[in-house]
């Protein structure tokens, strides 16, 4: 046995993350939204299906502009 915690598969809290994200259902919502955090200097990545979005120290999403890109009014309930 190794005293490497993510070699055990486990997760080290008592470091710092400096990431922030969210995780995305991979659709044609999921996708207007990466693209626009993506314009915004937002790291994105695409999995089958689903999508990731990270920030560092903070993710700030702008309702209005995911609004404007999909057609429709959205918000964060």
């Known amino acids: 046995m ?3 915690p ?4 486990e997760v080290d809290f ?8 969210i995780f995305l259902q991979r ?3 999921g ?3 990466a693209r ?3 314009d915004q200097g937002v790291e994105v ?3 089958i299906t689903y999508i990731e979005c990270r920030a560092k120290n903070r993710l700030h999403i702008r309702f209005d502009d ?5 057609g429709t009014d959205v918000d964060g309930y």
């Open 14 to 21: 008592s470091t710092p993350n400096e990431y922030v994200g």
């Open 45 to 47: 990545s695409f999995g």
């Open 27 to 29: 659709s044609t919502e």
């Open 36 to 38: 626009v955090l993506s």
């Open 31 to 33: 996708e207007a939204v």
């Open 6 to 9: 993510a070699a055990n598969g």
């Open 2 to 4: 190794t005293s490497d």
């Open 66 to 70: 995911i609004s404007e890109e999909l």
